[in-house]
Each structure stands twice: as structure tokens, then as C-alpha cells.
């Protein structure tokens, strides 16, 4: 029978890998629909949804942006962040269940593939300072310390 405290923690490892699964099919969705929609099609829907902000405001900050950013979408962006977006998925959706099915390779390949992912994200917001991406950095780190947690209790039921 598991301690308390394991228990507690077992539970909140669980939630988090449940939610990485959750991230990580959202990005595959997102990848999967990048490789088919046009640039221009992109674009088009960006100004259709900022088209009204920016009648009534043509200096408002986050449309500005948004246009800015469609108008000048490259395919070769668009190819990058489609693979991007479809490969950290599916490592991530490996992983998941992995871990999930208690498989103990999962354990050290998700610490490493965390930690990568987390070196990528703060070296991007070096250039980019978004704030998403310090959020994702810092769960990615709680998810992290929650996996090492499930593993050492993994492995000492084992050695028993």
C-alpha cells in the first residue's frame, strides 16, 4: 500500500501526463492541418477575423500583429512549424503512453525529451519573450519533477 504523500503524487503525475497527452494531440491536430491549409488561405482567415478590430481601431496591437505575421508567412515557415508542431507531438504522444502503461524505458526518454523541449522553449523565448512560452517551460519542469517522482517509486517497488 502506498504512502499518502505517493499516493498524492502518483494522482498529480497522472493529471499532468494525461494533460501532455492532451497538449501533445492538439500540436499533431495543429501540424496535421498546417501541411494542408495554403499560406493564403492563413492569411485570409487572419484578416477575417481581425478585419473588424482593425476598422474600429487600425493601431490596435494584437490585430496589427496578427496581420503582419499572415502577410508575411512563408511556405518554408509554415513547412517548419507544421513539422515542428507534428513531430513534438507524436515523441510526446509516445511518451504518454509510455508512461501511462507504466513502461519503464518511458521514464528516462521523457526526462530527456522534456529537457530538450524545455532548452528549445527558453532559447525561442530569447528571441521571442513570450510569456506562453515560460508557462509551458515551467509546467514542462513540474511534469518533469513528477515523472522522476513516479519513477523512483517505480523503481523501488521493483527492487522489492
Not at 8 to 34: D, M, P, Y
Not at 83 to 88: C, E, G, I
Not at 127 to 150: C, K, N, R
Request: aromatic share 14%; hydrophobic share 50%; with cysteine.
Amino acid at each position: 500500500m502506498k504512502p499518502a504523500g505517493e499516493h498524492r503524487i502518483h494522482q498529480l503525475f497522472e493529471v499532468s501526463v494525461w494533460l501532455k497527452g492532451a497538449h501533445a494531440l492538439i500540436e499533431c491536430i495543429g501540424g496535421i492541418l498546417l501541411y494542408l491549409v495554403t499560406t493564403d488561405t492563413i492569411a485570409s482567415w487572419v484578416n477575417m477575423v481581425t478585419q473588424e478590430e482593425l476598422v474600429e481601431d487600425p493601431h490596435d496591437f494584437i490585430a496589427t500583429h496578427l496581420s503582419q505575421m499572415a502577410a508575411g508567412f512563408s511556405v518554408a515557415s509554415k513547412e517548419f512549424y507544421a513539422f515542428y508542431l507534428l513531430s513534438h507531438g507524436l515523441i510526446k504522444l509516445l511518451l504518454v503512453i509510455g508512461l501511462l502503461r507504466g513502461k519503464l524505458w518511458s521514464y528516462p526518454a521523457s526526462l530527456v525529451a522534456l529537457g530538450a523541449f524545455m532548452a528549445y522553449q527558453v532559447y525561442r523565448y530569447s528571441y521571442t519573450h513570450s510569456p506562453g512560452l515560460l508557462v509551458l517551460t515551467v509546467f514542462d519542469a513540474i511534469v518533469m519533477w513528477l515523472i522522476w517522482q513516479e519513477w523512483k517509486t517505480v523503481r523501488r517497488h521493483i527492487t522489492r
